[in-house]
């Protein structure tokens, strides 16, 4: 997963990745349960990211980046041109970042007064 992350970051402009999120979520039908489970993590991912009253993290910065472009970005695999199962990488993967900055995600929740979740 670490190779992963690695191999999909890059310095990209906050205005870009809301841009290229929002398309690639308009993309995406929210079908299987774990679809609309990485829906729902790829959401909380970006709005801690972009959420300039917190003070995220670096490498957590780096890795909800990185998540958010391997989502977003087309490969061209055979898993990833079956619809709906070609999410489950991407699934497995935010989940990883998810798992691995619990702390961060937590200390986000317990800061931010209203949170109210953009289901879809």
């Known amino acids: 997963m670490e190779e992963k992350l690695r191999k999909y970051y890059r310095d990209i402009n906050l205005q870009e990745l809301r841009r290229l999120f929002e398309e ?4 995406v039908p929210p079908t299987m349960e774990y679809v609309r489970n990485l829906l729902l993590d790829v959401k909380l991912l970006f ?5 300039q009253d917190f003070d995220l ?7 909800f ?9 087309d490969r061209d695999s055979i898993p990833d041109r079956i619809p709906l199962i070609g999410y489950w990488d991407d699934y497995k993967l935010v989940k990883y ?5 619990k702390e961060e995600i937590d200390r986000y929740f317990s800061e ?3 949170f109210i979740a953009n289901y879809f």
């Open 24 to 27: 690639k979520l308009s993309k």
């Open 97 to 101: 970042v998810k798992n691995k900055h």
């Open 47 to 51: 709005r801690i990211l972009y959420d």
């Open 112 to 114: 931010v007064k209203h």
């Open 57 to 63: 993290k670096e490498e957590a910065r780096r890795d």
């Open 65 to 73: 980046i990185s998540a958010l472009l391997y989502f977003i970005e």
